[in-house]
């Protein structure tokens, strides 16, 4: 199937610091989702975004719908241990069976 | 409390034995998905399901199963022709197919390890 490239594939940043992650895709999608997982859990979903240009926050976080439709980025400012996990990016298209999602970008924050 | 359920969290198959795990949803979700996640990996889709007793497959689907019955119900059997099926197996719903209807949920996720 289809994958999206998600990068960087790992970070390692300081606490307070900020991290920004991208997902790309040579399809054009309708929705982009940002999700974190923790281990051993279902991903929980952080920020929906469903037009392009779109920019939506959701606390310290902020994501971006690409305006060529085939990218966005999920940044998180100022990192807090509990940041730590596993990021994914998904796109929907306009067939409601398919999703595409990137690897994940896994996030340490060291104190 | 709305949510997706899955059950059980941690099941052990044998050799030659199918499993079934469940997903039951109180979402009112017209469309629920099968996911498989492989340690380090994205999630491939298994089967999904638009609307009652309608399924389709997704990329991964061979040596699965399912059946939509209900609405709020999307059991997955793991048959015995699936011959690689230790992994992390998640459920989803989603509203409908537009706007926010776009939008994926997850269950908790299943872990199925062959003994």
């Known amino acids: 199937g289809q994958q999206l490239n998600q990068s960087p594939q790992s970070m390692f940043i300081q606490e307070g610091e900020d991290a920004s992650m991208n997902c790309t895709s040579s399809?054009?999608?309708?929705?982009w989702l940002w999700y974190k997982q923790d281990p051993g859990e279902g991903p929980v979903l952080l920020i929906a975004l469903y037009k392009a240009g779109e920019l939506t926050s959701n606390g310290r976080l902020t994501a971006q719908f690409g305006i060529t439709r085939k990218d966005s980025f999920l940044n998180i400012s100022a990192s807090i241990p509990s940041d730590v996990g596993i990021y994914f990016c998904?796109?929907?298209?306009?067939?409601?069976?398919?999703?595409?999602f990137g690897d994940g970008t896994t996030l340490t924050v060291k104190p | 409390d709305g949510g997706i359920t899955q059950s059980p969290k941690y099941l052990f198959r044998k050799e030659g034995q199918n499993v079934t795990l469940s997903c039951e949803q109180n979402?009112?979700?017209?469309?629920m998905y099968w996911y498989r996640q492989d340690p380090g990996q994205g999630l491939r889709l298994i089967y999904y399901?638009?609307?009652?007793?309608?399924?389709q497959k997704g990329d991964i689907a061979e040596g699965y199963s399912v059946s939509r019955e209900k609405k709020e119900s999307f059991p997955l059997t793991v048959t015995s022709a699936q011959k690689n099926p230790t992994a992390f197996y998640l459920c989803?719903?989603?509203?409908?197919?537009?706007?926010?209807?776009?939008?994926?949920?997850f269950g908790e996720g299943s872990w199925l390890t062959v003994v």
């Open positions: 399809s054009i999608f309708n929705t």
């Open positions: 989803a719903s989603t509203p409908g197919t537009a706007g926010s209807g776009n939008t994926i949920y």
């Open positions: 399901s638009q609307i009652v007793n309608d399924f």
């Open positions: 979402l009112n979700h017209d469309a």
């Open positions: 998904a796109g929907r298209g306009t067939n409601a069976g398919k999703s595409t």
